[in-house]
T-cell receptor, first 112, second 114 residues
Framework: SQELEQSPQSLIVQEGKNLTINCTSS?????LYWYKQKYGEGLIFLMMLQKGGEEKSHEKITAKLDEKKQQSSLHITASQPSHAGIYLC????????????FGKGTSLLVTP | DAGVIQSPRHEVTEMGQEVTLRCKLISGHNSLFWYRQTMMRGLELLIYFNNNVPIDDSGMPEDRFSAKMPNASFSTLKIQPSEPRDSAVYFC????????????FGEGSWLTVV
């Protein structure tokens, strides 16, 4: 199965600072998904990337997929306390029927 | 539209008891996934169904775990007998293939086995 490594495992940043979370795959990615999870809640879909070099943005969050389709990054600009939570990357395979394997997540805390 | 609905949200049970977790898919969705989340292992896929048919149950840890989808909108995950190591958050998720690749997750069922 596809192994996804996320780094860092946890992150504490001051409000207003930028940050980047990385997700690296052991195999070429077919589809790469970013989700956010708040404590005690389910996963909220953020973005999905499929093409090498693709970049998507939503509000202050930008996700990129490298040309080789083995690494993705999630960048948050001018972080706010509302960005706090666990960010998970997930990937599916061509024959996985949309089932996703996930990395272990990056825990983000934004301090005032 | 209502999202994926899971019940119970929280359950504390004694070792050896049967546990049944329930999931209602989003209307019109045709695939369902059961995941388990723990601190040590992260989010693990247990089993998934396409059009009510189990496709891959290789993630189901043991014979104590079983999942069913009696109709297109409802699924259960049963643990019998439960053990303390089953304590985790169990998530159900669903997708409608025709509308793209967004999988929607429920709020999870927090299970504690003592």
């Amino acid at each position: 199965s596809q192994e996804l490594e996320q780094s860092p495992q946890s992150l504490i940043v001051q409000e207003g600072k930028n940050l980047t979370i990385n997700c690296t795959s052991s195999k070429t990615l077919y589809g790469l998904y970013w989700y956010k999870q708040k404590y005690g809640e389910g996963l909220i879909f953020l973005m999905m990337l499929q093409k090498g070099g693709e970049e998507k943005s939503h509000e202050k969050i930008t996700a990129k997929l490298d040309e080789k389709k083995q690494q993705s990054s999630l960048h948050i600009t001018a972080s706010q306390p509302s960005h706090a939570g666990i960010y998970l990357c997930g990937a599916d395979g061509i024959n996985s029927g949309y089932a996703l394997n996930f990395g272990k997540g990056t825990s983000l805390l934004v301090t005032p | 539209d209502a999202g994926v609905i899971q019940s119970p949200r929280h359950e504390v049970t004694e070792m050896g008891q049967e546990v049944t977790l329930r999931c209602k898919l989003i209307s019109g969705h045709n695939s369902l996934f059961w995941y388990r989340q723990t601190m040590m292992r992260g989010l693990e896929l247990l089993i998934y169904f396409n059009n009510n048919v189990p496709i891959d149950d290789s993630g189901m840890p043991e014979d104590r775990f079983s999942a069913k989808m009696p109709n297109a909108s409802f699924s259960t995950l049963k643990i019998q007998p439960s053990e303390p190591r089953d304590s985790a958050v169990y998530f159900c998720a669903s997708i409608r293939h025709e509308s793209g690749n967004t999988i929607y997750f429920g709020e999870g069922s927090w299970l504690t086995v003592v």
